[in-house]
C-alpha cells in the first residue's frame, strides 16, 4: 500500500492564523470509542474478558445498583449511567489515573434501569476503559496503544494530553450553537 493523494485544509490555530497540514493532530473525540471496542474485542476473542459479568468483577469498589451493569451494557450505552454535564466533555484537567476519574459521576443516580434503555454517555467507555485496565495490568493507553493503534499502523494517533506540549496538535474549537 502507497499513499495516493493527501492535502490539509483550513487551519490548526485560526487566531494565529496557522494551516493545517498533514502531520496535524486533531482531537477525536467519540471516534476513539471504536478503536476502543477494538481494544475490547481482543480481549473478548482471547477469553480475558467476560462481557456479561458485573462489573465489579474487575472494578471491585465501583459502586453497585439495583440491577448489573456488565461490559456488554456499558459497550452499548444501556446502563442509565449519565453523559457529561457542562464543560466535563472539554475539560483538560488531569486525573491521576483513569480509575480517579470515574468519581465524577460514580455514585450519581442512574437515569434509567441497566438494560432496559440505551442513552448515549461516554463515561460508560471510561468505565470500560478502567475494565480493560484491570484485565491487562496495565494502563489502557499502553494497552491500546501495543494492541490496537501500532497494528493498525496508526502512526499520529495518540492520546491528546493537553499538559503535554506537542506541536503538531490543532487547537480544541467548540460550535456556538447560539
Given at each position: 500500500d502507497?499513499?495516493?493523494?493527501?492535502?490539509?485544509?483550513?487551519?490548526?490555530?485560526?487566531?494565529?492564523k496557522?494551516?493545517?497540514?498533514?502531520?496535524?493532530?486533531?482531537?477525536?473525540?467519540?471516534?476513539?470509542?471504536?478503536?476502543?471496542?477494538?481494544?475490547?474485542?481482543?480481549?473478548?476473542?482471547?477469553?480475558?474478558?467476560d462481557?456479561?459479568?458485573?462489573?465489579?468483577?474487575?472494578?471491585?469498589?465501583?459502586?453497585?445498583?439495583?440491577?448489573?451493569?456488565?461490559?456488554?451494557?456499558l459497550?452499548?450505552?444501556?446502563?442509565?449511567?449519565?453523559?457529561?454535564?457542562?464543560?466535563?466533555?472539554?475539560?483538560?484537567?488531569?486525573?491521576?489515573?483513569?480509575?480517579?476519574?470515574?468519581?465524577?459521576?460514580?455514585?450519581?443516580?442512574?437515569?434509567?434501569?441497566?438494560?432496559?434503555?440505551?442513552?448515549?454517555?461516554?463515561?460508560?467507555?471510561?468505565?470500560?476503559?478502567?475494565?480493560?485496565?484491570?484485565?491487562?495490568?496495565?494502563?489502557?493507553?499502553?494497552?491500546?496503544?501495543?494492541?490496537?493503534?501500532?497494528?493498525?499502523?496508526l502512526?499520529?494517533?495518540?492520546?491528546?494530553?493537553?499538559?503535554?506540549?506537542?506541536?503538531?496538535?490543532?487547537?480544541?474549537?467548540?460550535?456556538?450553537?447560539?
Amino acid at each position: 500500500d502507497s499513499m495516493v493523494w493527501e492535502q490539509a485544509f483550513g487551519y490548526a490555530d485560526l487566531e494565529n492564523k496557522i494551516s493545517a497540514t498533514t502531520t496535524t493532530r486533531f482531537r477525536v473525540g467519540s471516534v476513539s470509542k471504536p478503536l476502543a471496542a477494538a481494544g475490547l474485542a481482543l480481549l473478548v476473542e482471547r477469553g480475558l474478558l467476560d462481557l456479561d459479568a458485573p462489573i465489579q468483577k474487575y472494578i471491585p469498589d465501583f459502586p453497585k445498583t439495583d440491577a448489573i451493569i456488565t461490559p456488554r451494557l456499558l459497550a452499548g450505552h444501556l446502563t442509565g449511567i449519565r453523559n457529561y454535564r457542562g464543560v466535563a466533555a472539554v475539560s483538560t484537567k488531569p486525573s491521576p489515573n483513569l480509575r480517579s476519574g470515574l468519581k465524577i459521576f460514580e455514585n450519581d443516580p442512574l437515569e434509567s434501569r441497566p438494560g432496559t434503555k440505551f442513552s448515549y454517555a461516554s463515561y460508560n467507555w471510561n468505565v470500560l476503559g478502567v475494565v480493560m485496565e484491570s484485565v491487562t495490568k496495565q494502563n489502557f493507553p499502553a494497552f491500546m496503544d501495543a494492541k490496537v493503534i501500532k497494528p493498525l499502523g496508526l502512526k499520529n494517533t495518540r492520546p491528546d494530553l493537553a499538559w503535554v506540549d506537542d506541536l503538531q496538535r490543532a487547537q480544541l474549537y467548540e460550535v456556538n450553537t447560539k
